[in-house]
């Protein structure tokens, strides 16, 4: 272990000269009493990203700093491979975007979002030619089960079911494959909270077991049958387990403000990060990296949406997502 590790030294040490680059919860607060979109997007420059000619296309500006970021990490790394469970669930993403829009006669690509493990070139030579045995498993049997199913049956909600539990499963999978503990806790929290969301929401709609069998995926902190067993019960019975569970400083949220329940995940991956921040080996500090280079995206995603829409501060700070400084 100290051997693959000592191999990390020239990259993290790269990671800690990136990381002077990044936005703290304090350059957060600058942002958001800049006075307008543009101000904001000036000091985005300012601090290295780069700004498409479109810069209005939100999703684009930012779609461009996370590629930069995945790519100084594939171009950094040893081993880019085991970063990948950090990127998987796009890769599902696409596959049922792209089969979506083909039926509909859309361009399959017009959904993709990256960065991906799987490239967009060779995603949508797939889906277009319908030859899903190009695609590495479980995307070849699970586009062939998903366009046979959207075919026959038209149902979109049961192949987007099959295809966002087999999503978390792998992820995990893939996660546990790598031996990386930090991984491993990360996508436990990704997979338990999508769970958590999943079951609660059906049960507000009043979705029956059979519905939640499908669309539960489990891990080892969040069990399936204890899981299921529980939301069998109702809301009620859902709670109480959840409030024996490593996600029961969350569950309080899920009631009343179920985007709240979101943050506070989104938080915990923020917060096991933070004992990393000077950790000089290993593969620690680059996913670190890109985890915290997500977060701080989505915090300025928000942002960039509040001064479009002229929202003011105090609407939109409370939905900034925690970063470490």
């Known amino acids: ?22 936005f703290s919860m304090q350059d957060m607060d600058k942002l958001l ?33 996370l590629l930069r970021t995945w790519q100084w990490i594939l171009e950094s790394a040893p081993d880019a491979s085991i970063f990948y469970p950090l990127i998987i669930r796009k890769d599902f993403h696409n596959l049922k975007a792209g089969i979506k829009s083909l039926l509909c006669d859309y361009d399959v690509d017009t959904y993709f979002i990256g960065p991906s493990v799987i490239s967009h070139d060779v995603m949508k030579d797939a889906i ?42 792998y992820m995990l999978a893939e996660a546990k494959k790598s031996h990386i503990p930090l991984l491993i806790e990360e996508a436990e929290i990704f997979v338990a ?19 939640m069998t499908k669309a539960v995926a489990g891990c080892d902190t969040l069990p399936k049958d204890k899981l299921l067993e529980a939301a069998e019960k109702g809301k009620d019975a859902l709670l ?11 569950v309080a949220f899920l009631s009343t403000q179920p985007d709240a329940f979101e943050k506070w995940s989104d938080d ?29 995206i989505k915090n300025i995603r928000i942002i960039l949406a509040a001064k479009q829409s002229d929202l003011p501060v105090h609407a939109v700070k409370d939905r900034l997502r925690r970063l470490y400084d």
């Not at 958590?196 to 029956?208: C, E, L, N, P």
Request: overall charge negative; aromatic content about 10%; glycine content about 6%.
């Open 193 to 211: 909270s999508a769970d958590i969301k999943t079951a609660f929401r059906a049960i507000r709609a009043g979705k029956d077991i059979e519905f």
């Open 128 to 169: 277009t030619n319908h030859d899903f045995a190009a695609l590495p498993e479980p995307f070849a049997t699970l586009g062939e089960e998903t366009y046979d199913l959207l075919v026959r049956t038209g149902d979109g909600q049961s192949a987007d079911l099959a295809i966002d539990r087999e999503c978390l499963s």
């Open 1 to 22: 272990m100290a051997i693959a590790e000592s191999k990390y030294a020239y990259a993290v040490s790269g990671v800690h000269v990136m990381e002077k680059s990044l």
């Open 240 to 250: 109480q387990y959840l409030a024996t569970t490593p996600y029961k400083n969350g």
């Open 33 to 65: 009493g800049a006075p307008s979109y543009e101000s904001v997007v000036a000091l985005l420059a300012e601090k290295g990203w780069q700004i498409p000619s479109d810069m209005k296309d939100i999703s684009l500006l930012l779609r461009t700093e």
């Open 268 to 296: 915990e991956k923020i917060r096991i990060l933070e004992a990393l921040k000077y950790k000089s080996l290993g593969p620690d500090p680059l996913i670190a990296f890109y985890l915290y280079k997500e977060a701080e």
